[in-house]
T-cell receptor, first 112, second 111 residues
Framework: GQQLNQSPQSMFIQEGEDVSMNCTSS?????WLWYKQEPGEGPVLLIA?????ELTSNGRLTAQFGITRKDSFLNISASIPSDVGIYFC????????????FGKGTKLSVKP | NAGVTQTPKFRILKIGQSMTLQCTQD?????MYWYRQDPGMGLKLIYY???????DKGEVPNGYNVSRSTTEDFPLRLELAAPSQTSVYFC??????????FGPGTRLTVT
């Protein structure tokens, strides 16, 4: 099946640092979504991107839809302890019935 | 709005038993989805529905069945539970293509 390569797999950072993670694929996507999942909970939508080149912010989070439509990036600025969790990218192929393909996640740990 | 609700939260099954995982959404969304999440992995699509009366297979449908008799409900049925079905199951819904909203999950163990 289709695959998304998400990196890094995990990150250990100091509070206040900025964080970057990305997803790449060999396929072209119409939509990119970024989710955060905390232990024992379902994924929570952070940012949705619908156009190539689109740059969207949600508080300290900024995500971009890559120009080639094969990648997306998520940045978190000035990280805080509550940013801890697993961040997933998800892409939606054109012509699909809304089906999302998920990356394997980036586990973020923040040291106070 | 409660959003997407799932029951039960936890369940332990013996091999060969059957059960239904319940999913309800109160957002009047047309699209509903079932995913499974295994440790260290992303979510994989089991089944989806684009509206009441319409269902289709996702990436990993074997061993599962679904029905969609109403807009609100999308139950997932396991007929003969197997250890390979030990996982966390998430239901999601969306109004149209794009943003999907997830329930809290059902953690299932088959022994």
């Amino acid at each position: 099946g289709q695959q998304l390569n998400q990196s890094p797999q995990s990150m250990f950072i100091q509070e206040g640092e900025d964080v970057s993670m990305n997803c790449t694929s060999s396929s072209i996507f119409n939509t990119w979504l970024w989710y955060k999942q905390e232990p024992g909970e379902g994924p929570v939508l952070l940012i949705a991107l619908y156009k190539a080149g689109e740059l969207t912010s949600n508080g300290r989070l900024t995500a971009q839809f890559g120009i080639t439509r094969k990648d997306s990036f998520l940045n978190i600025s000035a990280s805080i302890p509550s940013d801890v969790g697993i961040y997933f990218c998800a892409g939606q192929l054109g012509g699909s019935q809304g089906n999302l393909i998920f990356g394997k996640g980036t586990k973020l740990s923040v040291k106070p | 709005n409660a959003g997407v609700t799932q029951t039960p939260k936890f369940r332990i099954l013996k091999i060969g038993q059957s059960m239904t995982l319940q999913c309800t959404q109160d957002m009047n969304h047309n699209y509903m989805y079932w995913y499974r999440q295994d440790p260290g992995m992303g979510l994989k699509l089991i089944y989806y529905s684009v509206g009441a009366g319409i269902t289709d297979k996702g990436e990993v449908p074997n061993g599962y069945n679904v029905s969609r008799s109403t807009t609100e409900d999308f139950p997932l049925r396991l007929e003969l539970a197997a250890p390979s079905q030990t996982s966390v199951y998430f239901c999601a819904s969306s109004y149209t293509l794009g943003e999907q909203y997830f329930g809290p999950g059902t953690r299932l163990t088959v022994t």
